[in-house]
T-cell receptor, first 114, second 114 residues
Framework: AQTVTQSQPEMSVQEAETVTLSCTYD???????LFWYKQPPSRQMILVIR??????QNATENRFSVNFQKAAKSFSLKISDSQLGDTAMYFC???????????FGEGTQLTVNP | KAGVTQTPRYLIKTRGQQVTLSCSPI?????VSWYQQTPGQGLQFLFE???????NKGNFPGRFSGRQFSNSRSEMNVSTLELGDSALYLC?????????????FGPGTRLTVL
């Protein structure tokens, strides 16, 4: 079974600064997908970024980028130029390529302060 | 494209009753997955339907069931409701293909069991 661990329950950052959220996972699979989702107070789960395990290049989406370390089973999310709208719960998630089941971490509550 | 829609958004039931939740996927998506989110257990996978067939199932009792229609819309049913079933129920849709299985979530149904 796969497990996903987010060791930072809460984090805060000043507007316009950079913050990194940590995620580690455990799996015996060689091919899989990793995701970061954000859940703002509206509770709508929004996809932030996706990484395929077979790709060595780290995924980026505008101000969001990941540091994927496959050997270390680490998948951190970096948010640059933080904005007030980035305030949300952030979930790291794992999915096997052979299945449609997401396994989520416990979440990190990020607060961006003005 | 319209996003994933879920109805109703809020629901209040009493113990012992049953409830049906509905999810309409993004047009062209054939896979619908259901998740339960609670403060204590986090996000847990319930089941996934693809082309009207249950393809994956999580570790929930038989009181939780689902189905998918030919237009890919899905319903989830919970019978004999218990207080512990109070949760946010999220559905997610995807293409359901091994090469592209990114899940996009609906706004959720908040179920309260009294």
């Amino acid at each position: 079974a796969q497990t996903v661990t987010q060791s930072q329950p809460e984090m805060s950052v000043q507007e316009a600064e950079t913050v990194t959220l940590s995620c580690t996972y455990d799996t015996s699979e060689s091919n899989y997908y990793l995701f970061w989702y954000k859940q703002p107070p509206s509770r709508q789960m929004i996809l932030v970024i996706r990484q395929e395990a077979y790709k060595q290049q780290n995924a980026t989406e505008n101000r969001f980028s990941v540091n994927f370390q496959k050997a270390a089973k680490s998948f951190s999310l970096k948010i640059s130029d933080s904005q007030l709208g980035d305030t949300a719960m952030y979930f790291c998630a794992f999915m096997r390529t052979s299945g449609s089941r997401l396994t989520f971490g416990e979440g990190t509550q990020l607060t961006v302060n003005p | 494209k319209a996003g994933v829609t879920q109805t109703p958004r809020y629901l209040i039931k009493t113990r012992g009753q049953q409830v049906t939740l509905s999810c309409s996927p993004i047009s062209g998506h054939r896979s619908v997955s259901w998740y339960q989110q609670t403060p204590g257990q986090g996000l847990q996978f319930l089941f996934e339907y693809f082309s009207e067939t249950q393809r994956n199932k999580g570790n929930f009792p038989g009181r939780f069931s689902g189905r998918q229609f030919s237009n890919s819309r899905s319903e989830m049913n919970v019978s004999t409701l218990e207080l512990g079933d109070s949760a946010l129920y999220l559905c997610a849709s995807s293409l359901g293909l091994p090469s592209e299985d990114t899940q996009y979530f609906g706004p959720g149904t908040r179920l309260t069991v009294l």
